[in-house]
C-alpha cells in the first residue's frame, strides 16, 4: 500500500527518480502484462520478453537494465538456458537475474539474486525490486 | 546269429596281415636278412587269422546270454525307479498285473494290495468309469492316449492331478493283450504354474498400478502449474485494485472495499489448493526441501494462531494454549506454520465448535507440539490412512477438502527428521495430533 502511495506521489514529480529499466522474460501473456503494469506504475521503464531467446536478443537494444525478472518455463529458450547465456556473455553477466517461478526451489543452484514464488504477491515484489534496483542510488530510497 | 559275417572275417585277415608284416619288418631289419624272414610271413597271416577268428567266434556266443540277464536287470531297474507312475492291466477284465514303485506311493497301496484289483476296486465311481472308458478306446480303437490332466483319489495323499499315457500292447496275433499306463503326477507342478500366473498377475497389476500413480502425479504437477499461471495474474490484478482503491469515489469505496476483501479471500483459497497441489507434485518428485533456520516453535504457533482468530472465531471453537516458550530449534519456519495451520483447519473443521487445545512441550532430545479438538474423532483403522495423499476419514459429503493437508504435513515433519501421529478412541469425543520434531538434526 505504502509503496502503491509513493509512486502515485513520484509519478506526479517525475524528476526525482532516475528512469530505470527492467526487462521481464514471462511466457504468459496475462502474467507478463500485468507485471508490466504494476512495474511500470512503480515508475520503471519496462520491456517484455516472451522467451529466453527474445529476451536476449532484446538486451543489446535496450539501455542495460537493473533488474531482469524472469520465469523458468518457457518455450523456445527456458530460464535455466537463459541464465546459462547470460552468464557467458561478458557485458550482461552482472545484471541481477530475479526468478519467479511456481517451482522456486528449481531455481536453486541457478546464480539468480532472488526467486519470487507464483502467486506473485505485490509487496514482495515491490520489495524485491527496490532492493536490486536502488543500489548506490539514494534518491529512490 | 552265431556265425561270423564276412566283413568281420576280412577285418580279422586284415589285422593279421598288418601284424605279421610289422613283425616280419622288424625282426629282417635286424637281422638284415630280408629273403629268409620272408618265408615266415605266410605262416604268420595264416595264423593271425585262424586264431582271431576263434577268439571272436567263443567270444560272441558268451557275451549274449549274459547281456539278456543284463538287459533285463537293467530294464527292471528302469521301470522300477522311474518317478512315474508305470501300471499294467489285462486287456480282457482291465485288472492290474504289474505296478512300480512310484505307483505304490502314489496310491498308497502295496503292490499286492493292488495287483487282481480293477479301478472299481480303488477309485470313486465317476473316477473309475473315466479310467476304464480311456483303457476301452486304447484297447478297442488301438489308439495311443494321452490324459492332460486327470484327477484321482489316492488312499495318503487326497486328490492328485495326473498327467497320464495309456498304450495298447499286443500279442503274437496282433490281438491286445496288455494296456500300458505311464501317470506322472503333476499336482505340485500345476500348483506351481497357478502361484507362478498368479504371481505374474499380481506384478503386473502392481506396475499398473505404480503406473497410474505416476500418471497421477505427472498430471497434478501440470493441473498445479495451469492453474497457477492464470492465478498469479489473477492475483497480482486484485492486489492492482485493492491499491487503487483510495483513488474511487468515497460514496463507493466500501463496497469495493467489500468486493475487493472477498475477492482476495476467495484467491487465497484458490492458491492454498493449488500450493497443495504443488506440495504433491514436489513430494513426488523429491522436491520437498526444507531450510532450515533458528526458530522458537511456540512463535511459530503464535504466529498461526493469531493469523487464524477469525476462522476460530467463525468456527465457534475456544483455543487454550500451553507454550513453552524455551523451544528452540532448526526448522523450515514457513514449512512448520503450514504444518500448524493445517493441524489447526483440521480441529477447527472437525471440531464441532468444542474447545482447541495446543500444547508445546520439550524432553532431552525432542519437541513436542500437540493439537487436540474435541469434535469427531478419528477411528483406529483411519488413524494411518489419513496421512496418506487424498486420503480421508470423513465423508466428503459432509467435509469438503481434496485430501492432502495431513499427507502433506506428514511429508514437512519426516524431511525434519520428526513425526507425526493421531492419538482418537471414537465414540470419545476428539483426536490428538501430535508431531515430534528432533532438537538437534542429525
Known amino acids: 500500500m505504502l509503496a502503491f502511495r509513493r509512486s502515485v506521489e513520484t509519478a506526479e514529480r517525475p524528476v526525482i527518480m532516475p528512469c530505470k529499466n527492467i526487462l521481464i522474460v514471462e511466457d504468459d501473456a496475462a502474467i507478463r502484462e500485468t507485471l508490466r503494469f504494476v512495474v511500470e506504475l512503480e515508475g520503471y521503464k519496462v520491456f517484455t520478453a516472451s522467451n529466453g531467446q527474445e529476451g536476449l536478443a532484446l538486451l543489446p537494444q535496450m539501455e542495460t537494465p537493473c533488474l531482469i525478472l524472469l520465469d523458468l518455463m518457457m518455450p523456445v529458450m527456458n530460464g535455466w538456458e537463459f541464465i546459462d547465456a547470460l552468464r557467458k556473455d561478458m557485458l550482461l553477466m552482472s545484471i541481477p537475474v530475479v526468478i519467479v517461478s511456481a517451482y522456486g526451489e528449481q531455481a536453486k543452484g541457478l546464480k539468480a539474486k532472488d526467486v519470487i514464488k507464483k502467486p506473485v504477491d505485490l509487496d514482495v515484489l515491490f520489495r524485491t525490486i527496490k532492493k536490486w534496483c536502488s543500489q548506490g542510488d539514494e534518491t529512490v530510497k | ?442
Not at chain 2, 589285422?15 to 605279421?20: A, I, P
Request: hydrophobic letters at 40%.
Open chain 2, 1 to 442: 546269429m552265431n556265425k561270423m559275417s564276412l566283413t568281420t572275417c576280412l577285418k580279422n585277415l586284415w589285422l593279421g596281415v598288418l601284424t605279421s608284416f610289422l613283425v616280419v619288418f622288424a625282426v629282417s631289419f635286424l637281422m638284415k636278412d630280408l629273403f629268409f624272414w620272408t618265408n615266415f610271413l605266410v605262416l604268420f597271416v595264416a595264423l593271425a587269422f585262424v586264431l582271431s577268428v576263434y577268439f571272436d567266434l567263443g567270444g560272441r556266443g558268451e557275451k549274449s546270454e549274459k547281456e539278456i540277464y543284463e538287459l533285463n536287470a537293467f530294464m527292471e531297474a528302469v521301470i522300477e525307479n522311474i518317478p512315474d507312475m508305470i501300471f499294467v492291466k489285462d486287456a480282457r477284465e482291465l485288472r492290474f498285473t504289474q505296478f512300480n514303485k512310484a505307483g505304490e506311493e502314489l496310491l498308497g497301496y502295496s503292490r499286492q494290495d493292488l495287483i487282481g484289483k480293477n479301478d472299481y476296486d480303488l477309485f470313486p465311481k465317476s473316477e473309475a468309469d473315466f479310467f476304464i472308458s480311456q483303457d476301452r478306446l486304447v484297447l478297442d480303437e488301438g489308439r495311443h492316449i494321452d490324459i492332460a490332466e486327470e484327477p484321482i483319489h489316492t488312499r495318503f495323499k487326497g486328490e492328485r492331478i495326473l498327467h497320464t499315457k495309456k498304450v495298447p500292447v499286443y500279442d503274437e496275433l496282433g490281438n491286445p493283450r496288455y494296456l500300458l499306463g505311464i501317470s506322472e503326477d503333476i499336482t505340485e507342478k500345476k500348483r506351481a504354474k497357478e502361484e507362478h500366473e498368479r504371481f505374474l498377475q499380481e506384478q503386473y497389476a502392481r506396475r499398473e498400478a505404480q503406473k497410474n500413480l505416476q500418471l497421477r502425479d505427472e498430471f497434478i504437477a501440470i493441473a498445479a502449474h495451469e492453474l497457477n499461471t492464470p492465478l498469479t495474474a489473477l492475483r497480482m490484478q486484485i492486489q492492482i485494485l485493492n491499491k487503487f482503491l483510495p483513488q474511487i469515489d468515497s460514496d463507493k469505496t466500501q463496497t469495493f472495499r467489500s468486493l475487493l476483501k472477498g475477492s482476495q479471500l476467495q484467491i487465497a483459497r484458490f492458491s492454498k489448493l493449488v500450493e497443495d497441489l504443488l506440495d504433491v507434485s514436489r513430494v513426488s518428485t523429491g522436491r520437498l526441501t526444507i531450510q532450515p533456520e533458528q526458530e522458537n516453535l511456540s512463535e511459530i504457533v503464535s504466529r498461526v494462531t493469531e493469523s487464524c482468530a477469525t476462522e476460530l472465531e467463525k468456527a465457534g471453537c475456544d483455543l487454550k494454549l500451553h507454550l513453552d516458550s524455551s523451544i528452540v530449534g532448526s526448522w523450515d519456519v514457513l514449512r512448520m506454520e503450514q504444518v500448524v495451520l493445517n493441524l489447526l483447519s483440521n480441529a477447527m473443521k472437525y471440531g464441532e465448535g468444542k474447545p482447541i487445545e495446543i500444547k508445546t512441550q520439550k524432553d532431552d532430545v525432542k519437541a513436542i507440539l500437540s493439537i487436540k479438538d474435541n469434535g469427531i474423532g478419528v477411528a483406529k483403522e483411519d488413524q494411518k490412512r489419513i496421512f496418506e495423499r487424498f486420503e480421508r476419514a470423513a465423508s466428503i459429503k459432509n467435509f469438503g477438502g481434496i485430501g492432502l493437508g495431513l499427507f502433506i504435513s506428514q511429508q514437512i515433519v519426516n524431511a525434519h527428521g520428526g513425526k507425526i501421529y493421531v492419538e482418537s478412541d471414537p465414540p470419545k469425543a476428539g483426536s490428538c495430533f501430535i508431531v515430534e520434531l528432533p532438537l538437534q538434526r542429525t
